[in-house]
């Protein structure tokens, strides 16, 4: 849909949300992440990062294509 670049470390951090989203909405036995469940400071870290990837889809999702 965009052609939206994320440099590893987002790739990363997109990865891991996503890993506990699924986790969340289908609970297993042992938690959320392989570690349990997320302290405080990651959840954090996960809605700023989710927050700015939003923000940078919907601004890319708004420009023509030959402006991406």
């Known amino acids: 849909i965009t052609n ?6 987002s790739t990363l951090l ?3 949300i996503n890993e506990v989203y ?3 909405r289908y609970p ?4 959320l992440m392989p570690n349990g469940k997320p302290t ?3 959840a954090q870290n996960f809605i700023e990062f989710s927050e ?4 940078k889809i919907r601004t ?3 420009q ?3 402006m991406q």
């Open 4 to 9: 939206i670049q994320l440099d590893e470390n």
């Open 40 to 42: 405080k400071t990651e």
């Open 28 to 31: 297993a036995e042992i938690g």
């Open 52 to 55: 700015k990837f939003f923000l």
């Open 64 to 66: 023509p294509p030959d």
């Open 60 to 62: 890319s999702l708004k």
């Open 14 to 16: 997109l990865s891991t």
């Open 22 to 24: 699924i986790d969340a």
